[in-house]
T-cell receptor, first 114, second 110 residues
Framework: DSGVTQTPKHLITATGQRVTLRCSPR?????VYWYQQSLDQGLQFLIQ???????AKGNILERFSAQQFPDLHSELNLSSLELGDSALYFC?????????????FGSGTQLSVL | GQQVMQIPQYQHVQEGEDFTTYCNSS?????IQWYKQRPGGHPVFLIQ?????EVKKQKRLTFQFGEAKKNSSLHITATQTTDVGTYFC??????????FGSGTQLTVLP
């Protein structure tokens, strides 16, 4: 158990819908990262937050947004869903946001868009 | 931008054989990390290499960081069925974004 909690574990929805994925980092970790993993794309970095502020942005679509709340949990919002958004979404956390930080991953949310 | 390439994409070995995966970056890395993802699981941190030419060992696993800090390798000696999974290298892009390689999926045949 990494200490990072992601809910829900599975999500099935239809095209055009909006969903929210939730992540609670390890106790004491200030940084949260979101990654998307699909079969043909590997682990793609979406976005990082550190202590409530956005720190880095990767290949995140405009239909996607995220935030980190004062209690440090984070939510990833996916809207106007398309079939291609079906993937495993991982949240990870680290103590700070430096380059020596190792990431602890949650178990992921498997999103299926039908 | 920085690309982290990993080869091979797939590797099947007989139990007891050795296995190596290679990671190459288009730019110099400040450090490199390795993660393992078991089937159906999530990535788990294995190790971080920081110094040029650094070599670290964890039991049957040997990790190397190239002299130019642009490549790395993971070697497993005498594979076991418990080694099954996908191995990812990862390097920081512009000090903010941890970029993962495409991964090497290892299958160990008993």
């Amino acid at each position: 158990d990494s200490g990072v909690t992601q809910t829900p574990k599975h999500l099935i929805t239809a095209t055009g819908q909006r969903v929210t994925l939730r992540c609670s980092p390890r106790s004491g970790d200030l940084s949260v990262y979101w990654y998307q993993q699909s079969l043909d794309q590997g682990l793609q970095f979406l976005i990082q937050y550190y202590n409530g502020e956005e720190r880095a942005k990767g290949n995140i679509l405009e239909r996607f947004s995220a935030q980190q709340f004062p209690d440090l949990h984070s939510e990833l919002n996916l809207s106007s869903l398309e079939l291609g958004d079906s993937a495993l979404y991982f949240c990870a956390s680290s103590v700070t946001s430096g380059t020596n930080e190792k990431l602890f991953f949650g178990s992921g949310t498997q999103l299926s868009v039908l | 931008g920085q690309q982290v390439m990993q080869i091979p994409q797939y590797q099947h070995v007989q139990e007891g054989e050795d296995f190596t995966t290679y990671c190459n970056s288009s730019t110099t890395l400040s450090n490199i990390q390795w993660y393992k993802q078991r089937p159906g699981g999530h990535p788990v941190f294995l190790i971080q290499l920081v110094k040029s030419g650094e070599v670290k060992k964890q039991k049957r696993l040997t990790f190397q960081f190239g002299e130019a800090k642009k490549n790395s390798s993971l070697h497993i000696t005498a594979t076991q069925t418990t080694d099954v999974g996908t191995y990812f290298c990862a390097g920081f892009r512009s000090a903010r974004q941890l970029t993962f390689g495409s991964g090497t999926q290892l299958t160990v045949l008993p």
